[in-house]
């Protein structure tokens, strides 16, 4: 199983948009995918049309008293399945304090199922805690969502900083550009040059786009009610450039199908 963060501790830079466009599309090219909505916001969720509730909260999942696997909910398309939010995640801070090891708490959790699925999208609130710090220690690869201005690219070079110690060694962090607006002279500077932390960035970038803003009134992945669309493009396009970066972990079992355009 490859875990797939979609992390930023910036928020509304689009973290659950890419989560459940590109988990959607890992589904669709035959990948086993799961999603955890770890935000209590509960977006990923509400995209998905499933209820923002797992029995037994937090608490229930960190005391054993209920397994990761009890509270997977199936989705309504193929191979792709969500653990949905729960507003007690709002308090997952405070319990992992509380844990023995409580910088690794997440990934113990999770590995009962790296041989269910091929890939897990974490859809990551917007903050830097000891949560982001379970999961960067859970997770193989950081996506990055970053809107082009020169404040979001200092909070990610400061990110890149964090991760880069022998504990985050394992951690691939792969920012890309999202809501990207080239009428803005600042956006189209900032994507051409592709400076410093960014040179390695993927050449796709993710459109200002108003067919992601109606996903919140359709409930469902970009791909699926507007397939021809740039936005729809661009996260096809995305996923298919990340697809040799994440073929190389060689984490196993999952082999990238010829996908449609
Ligand atoms: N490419 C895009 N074009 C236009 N609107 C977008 C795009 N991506 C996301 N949005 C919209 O911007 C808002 C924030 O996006 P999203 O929820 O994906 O961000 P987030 O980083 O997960 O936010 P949060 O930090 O609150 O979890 C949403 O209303 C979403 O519909
Ligand atoms: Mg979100």
Sequence with gaps: MITIACYNLKGG?????????????????GASTLVWDLDPQGAASFYFRIKPRIKGGTSGLFQRKRELDAVIKATDYPRLDLIPADFSYRNMDLL???QRK???RLRKLIKPLRSEYHFLFLDCPPSISLVSENIFAASDVLLVPTIPTTLSLRTLQQLVEFCDTEQYRHLKVIPFFSMVDRRKNLHREIVDQRDGVLKNAPLNYIPYASEVEQMGVRRAPVDTYAHASWAARAYREMWLELQPTLLALNRGGWQPQPARR
């Design 13 to 29: 830079v689009g973290k659950t948009a890419s989560a459940v466009n590109l988990a959607y599309l890992a589904a669709q090219g």
């Design 96 to 98: 992992l304090e509380q």
């Design 102 to 104: 409580p910088g690794t």
